[in-house]
């Protein structure tokens, strides 16, 4: 997601991005080894060579290490880098989106949690062993307790310290480290991109535009403003702005460096009088100019860390007086501002982004109706063509979906690489078809489709599976089973300040003894990355320190999956809302409100489990949803019917 675009006719399920409304034409990304939610393809990629240089690389005198740290992210600490930084899979092989490398002279470790297990397992060759975190009985450590547990005493490790984290890695890393006597080293130049040499793409400088205010409900200086107020509560001089989406946010601008990810590169420094916008020279337009006026002074993106420690002695930061910095900033920024200079905290921006104005949630809402009738149209399209005979590979239905999804007002593009999958492709968590070899559709099979869309009122995320035959009662049983745990998800009601709601999606699957190995939900931008933080529902660490507000956007998506036989997953996206209960015992509770408008299949559930309560949720759940898609789709008769046949009461 951070590499040079390459315009042209790729296939039309591929990363399709529009522009602005001035703009006709669509913008199609190159796609190679690609780190995108749902990564093309699980083919195996021989690493030998590029191992065998990278080693060598590490023994030079200059370097002098014995270990190498190539974590998944870019210096912004994006969850779904350009092509130019997917640096662990080059190096690796595998193009998942979470996961950390580790090179040794000798050996070469992949971490990585259990989305990935499988994808894993089929794309590294026999130069890798796969670290299986989270699975207790192979007690598998994360990649930070392997550097400072499973080396041997006085190991020099190598380290990119733009991709380091100053806190979450670097700082507990060095503590760990110290009584083994063993360092981290920060590299003048990575290896990987030795290694990569002249086939590694460059970084993008594509269009920048701005928001209009009546999708984004808040003027960009108006956020500046809110800041500044968290500044002065810090006593701070200045907060450093390192993520690309909380820039893209903070400034009421969005761009196209990143496939499905409507942000550019940027950096910003804001101090209680001025606001500081680091980008490349080439997408400063006039247009940016004039958008940002007066307020925001534009710098070129390659002075950011020059301009920091000149920042730091003429804004006079000291301890007293810092600089703040959200907790994913680099080491290499820290450095650059003086540890002493600086404060690492929960990140504002992050925070002020989680919750959505009335604005942001009304275009949730409306965007997620007009997603659900290209839904709705994709199915029935889908089912007409599988009765009538026809073969569809995984990746021309993903196809169709596109088109479909093309025609909606205020589209601008997926919000991820659309996650086809029949029979055993549905267990791959995060699977995408390759166009060139993938699974052909079966009407016995289950099948998963998990997408979506970005437009300029929101984005939207929206799983549903589906069965074309007749199902199995197993897989009745576990459809019914992970609906029911969609169903406690978003009926619930909770105290102000709860973050562990993650039980309650899984206490039916329980019951027979199954699970799922990814979180219950993440955050959802608005027409920002489909992933957002600091929010979730799930077990990691940083959803559980971060409680859930209103206003807040999350995804509910419980699954079940068999390995190499079927995959079942249900998502929609909540918002979170205050609950009016009959008492109040506390601060006040809050409950969820669902977006998503889509029919769920009820030839898969299994009724026998299914209780009276639940019944009338689904019920309910269809005449909504046929109330507020089926007029969307007078001018599609097939799409109508179908919509009628699946929200009809059970």
Same mark, same amino acid.
């Given at each position: ?16 991005? !529009? ?115 989270? !699975? ?36 507990? /890393? ?207 399209? /889908? ?64 099948? !998963? ?183 969307? !789709? ?17």
């Amino acid at each position: 997601m951070w590499s040079q675009c390459s315009f042209g006719a790729l296939r039309a399920h591929r990363h399709r991005f !529009l522009l602005t409304p001035a703009f006709a034409q669509t913008i199609r990304f190159s796609s190679g080894i690609t780190t995108t939610m749902g990564a093309i393809g699980t083919r195996t990629v021989d690493t030998t060579e590029r191992l065998a240089k990278l080693r060598e690389l590490l023994k030079k005198p200059e370097n002098n290490v014995k270990v190498f740290v190539v974590p998944s992210e870019d210096q912004h600490f994006s969850e779904y880098p350009a092509h130019s930084d997917e640096r662990r899979a080059f190096i690796s092989g595998f193009n998942g989106s979470a996961g950390c490398a580790i090179i040794t002279l000798r050996d070469a470790f992949l971490f990585t949690d259990g989305r990935y297990f499988l994808q894993a397992s089929q794309q590294l060759d026999s130069n890798w062993k796969l670290m299986k975190q989270g !699975l207790p009985e192979e007690d598998v450590p994360t990649w930070q307790e392997f550097l400072s547990k499973h080396l041997e005493q006085g190991t020099r490790i190598g380290i990119d310290p733009t991709l380091i984290s100053a806190v979450v890695d670097a700082e507990s /890393l060095k503590k760990s480290l110290e009584p083994r006597g063993s360092e981290l080293v920060s590299l003048q130049k990575n290896p990987v991109d030795i290694v990569w040499g002249k086939d590694r793409p460059p970084c993008p400088h594509n269009s920048v535009f701005p928001l209009d205010v009546k999708y984004a409900g808040e003027t960009f200086q108006d956020k500046l403003q809110r800041l500044r107020e968290e500044m002065t509560k810090k006593k701070a001089v200045a907060s450093v702005v390192t993520l690309l989406d909380e820039v893209a946010w903070l400034f009421n601008l969005r761009g196209t460096d990143i496939d499905f990810n409507p942000v550019f590169f940027a950096y910003a420094v804001v101090t209680p009088t001025k606001a500081i916008l680091f980008m490349n020279d080439a997408q400063v337009q006039h247009s940016i100019k004039t958008f940002l006026g007066s307020d925001v002074e534009i710098r070129p993106y390659e002075s950011f860390i020059p301009s920091l420690r000149q920042l730091a002695a003429t804004l006079g930061a000291n301890k007293d007086k810092p600089m703040l910095l959200g907790d994913k900033t680099s080491l290499a920024v820290v450095e650059a501002i003086g540890q002493e200079n600086a404060v690492l905290i929960p990140s504002p921006v992050a925070a002020m982004k989680a919750i959505k104005n009335e604005t942001e949630i009304e275009g949730f809402r409306k965007c997620h109706i007009r997603d659900g009738a290209a839904l709705t149209r994709y199915f029935a399209w /889908l089912e007409e063509q599988l009765n009538g005979g026809a073969e569809l590979n995984e990746s021309q239905a993903a196809a169709k979906l596109e088109e479909f999804r093309s025609e909606l007002d205020l589209f601008r593009g997926l919000s991820f690489t659309t996650i086809s999958s029949t029979g055993p492709n549905a267990a791959v968590i995060h699977y995408s078809p390759d166009p060139d070899d993938c699974a052909v559709i079966k009407k016995d099979q289950i099948y !998963l489709c998990d997408s979506g869309g970005q437009y300029l009122d929101g984005t939207t995320d929206v799983t549903r599976t589906l069965h074309f035959g007749t199902p199995t009662d197993e897989e009745k049983r576990a459809f019914t089973r992970v609906l029911q745990g969609h169903i406690s998800i978003d009926t619930a009601i909770f105290p102000t300040g709860t973050s562990g709601a993650d039980s309650f999606a899984r206490r039916a699957l329980w019951q027979e003894g199954w699970d799922y190995r990814h979180g219950t939900g993440h955050g959802v931008g608005h027409f920002l990355n489909v992933h957002e933080g600091p929010h979730g529902i799930g077990t990691r660490i940083a959803y559980n320190s971060t409680s859930l507000k209103a206003g807040m956007t999350v995804s509910n998506e419980p699954g079940y999956y068999a390995d190499g036989r079927y995959g079942i997953r249900t998502e929609s996206v909540v918002i979170v809302r205050e609950a009016e209960t009959p008492n109040n015992f506390g601060n006040g509770y809050l409950c969820f409100e669902h977006v998503t408008m889509c029919p769920i299949q009820t030839k898969l559930i299994d009724f026998s489990v299914l209780t009276a309560q639940e019944k009338e949720w689904l019920n309910s759940y269809h005449a909504e949803t046929l109330e507020k898609v089926g007029p969307l !789709l007078r001018n599609d008769l097939r799409a109508l019917q179908w919509l009628e046949r699946e929200c009809s009461p059970v």
